[in-house]
Structures are given as C-alpha cells and as structure tokens.
C-alpha cells in the first residue's frame, strides 16, 4: 500500500528555519507527482509546492521565495526547505503523491497523503 513519512517539523522562532522531508513508497505509478500541503487553524488545506514527473516545480504565491522544495534522484523523497518563517506558516505540513494528469502536469488534487508533522513559528 502506498505509505508516505513526513519528518522534520517542529517549533520556531519567526524568522527561522526549518526542513521537512518526505519519502514516498509503495505505489506503482509510472508518472507521478509529489507535493508539500499545509492545513493551518481555520483554513482550508492548501497546497504549498509540487513537483512534476520532468522535474518542474511551482510554488504558491505565499511561499515563493521562502520555501523550496526538492527531492532525491530515486524521485521517492521529497524535501521542504523553509526558511524565513512567519506565524501564518504555522500548520500541519503533509507531503502527498498522486499520477501525473499528463506528463509534467500535477492533478490539482492528491489521492494519498502522509500523516503529517506540525510546524509552528511564533
């Protein structure tokens, strides 16, 4: 069954920084798509950052410039650097993974996710 493990959360003073990390297994897709989400108090869940099948990412406008997400050369982890970190980043931070729409296109929602790990900046 497909498993994903987030790793890395933790608490920060605003300002700081802090990487998450994300391995991926058991699912059998050819082309696929990793991503980073956040659920914050009172929002809805959001996605972050993804990355295509071919290598590209694209970012979500609150964190571009802050955050970058890359992954390994096996495509099974995938990381999340945070740096400059506000109080409004606080949240739970899933990593998720799902087959490509197309090649290098992500669906705009995720079938699996990983249990999540809690960031928190204050």
């Known amino acids: 069954h497909v498993q994903l493990v987030e790793s890395g959360g933790g608490s920060v003073q605003t300002g700081g920084s802090l990487r998450l990390s994300c391995t991926s297994s058991?699912?059998?897709?050819?082309?696929?798509?990793l991503g980073w989400f956040r659920q914050s108090p009172g929002n809805v869940c959001e996605l972050l950052s993804d990355i295509t099948d071919r290598g590209n990412i694209h970012y979500h406008d609150s964190v571009k410039g802050r955050f970058t997400l890359s992954r390994d050369n096996a495509k099974t982890t995938v990381y999340l650097q945070m740096n400059s970190l506000r109080s409004e980043d606080t949240g739970v931070y899933y990593c998720g993974v799902d087959a490509s729409v197309e090649v290098g296109r992500c669906p705009s929602k995720f079938g699996y996710w990983g249990q999540g790990t809690q960031v928190t900046v204050s």
């Open positions: 058991g699912h059998t897709y050819g082309l696929y798509c």
